[in-house]
Structure formats: C-alpha cells, structure tokens
C-alpha cells in the first residue's frame, strides 16, 4: 500500500489566490477514501494525515457512496455475501428456470439462474463497494 508521502507526490500544486490550490486526480481521491474505511480510521485524522478539510474528505465519501469515485479494491479482505436457498410454493426446490435476486439494502439484482459464478461475484462485489 502506498504511503500517504507518495501519494501526495501524485497532487497537482496549482496558484491561486491566497495561497495554493491542489488537483487531486480521481484515483488519489479514492485512495484516500478507502482509508477512511479501515477500521478505527476517522474521517478527520485522514483528512489530516493528507493536509485536507474534513468537509473536502466527506465530499469524495459522498461522491464515492454515489458511484461518482470508484475505490480501489481492498487487497486483504475478503467479502463473502449470504446467500439465501427457498424452496417454491410446494417445497421442492427451485428449478433451473427461475431466477436469481441479489438483494443489497434497496437494490434489488434479478438474474437468470444460469449466471455464473463469476458473473455472480462480481455484481455482489459491486453492490457492497456501493453500500
């Protein structure tokens, strides 16, 4: 993982009135967003450790909970998603025909049951770095 030294390395120092202005690029923003999501990370020491206002730092979080900032994917962690088996109407499970809800808080993913595994893990991968 990269230090937040060389990531820094990466911003783009532009004049402006009173003082400086930085361009963070997209991928340094969500770098930086990612780390307020480790465990006992706080917005505000990140936001310091980087030089940045709090209100800055929220913002991307809002932009990256909207789809707007895509966060790297997390190298350690491994997500399992529950998966839930039912049974139709009569008891017997269901077919091969039927299809497939991925549900994530108030999203709903319907699929066709012959999805693959792969395809499967990536929409679940998808809904939680949404979430």
């Known amino acids: 993982m990269e230090t937040s030294t060389e990531i ?3 911003v783009e120092v532009l004049p ?19 780390e307020t999501l480790e465990e006992g990370a706080t917005v505000a020491g990140v936001a310091r450790r980087y030089e940045l206002n709090s209100n800055q730092l929220s913002e991307w979080r809002r ?52 999805t693959c595994a792969v395809r499967l893990a990536e929409i679940v991968s998808a809904l939680n770095a949404s979430a």
């Not at 402006?16 to 990612?34: D, E, H, N, Q």
């Not at 009569?90 to 039927?98: F, K, L, N």
């Open 63 to 114: 932009q990256a909970r909207k789809g707007l900032l895509v966060l790297p994917a997390l190298e350690d962690e491994i997500g399992f998603a529950p998966v839930v088996l039912r049974q139709d109407d009569r008891g017997v499970p269901a077919s091969s025909g039927d299809r497939l809800e991925v549900i994530r808080d108030r999203v709903t993913v319907r699929l066709d049951a012959a």
């Open 16 to 34: 402006a009135r009173g003082g400086c202005r930085r361009r963070w690029p997209a991928s340094v923003k969500a770098r930086i967003v990612a």
């Open 8 to 10: 820094l390395t990466k």
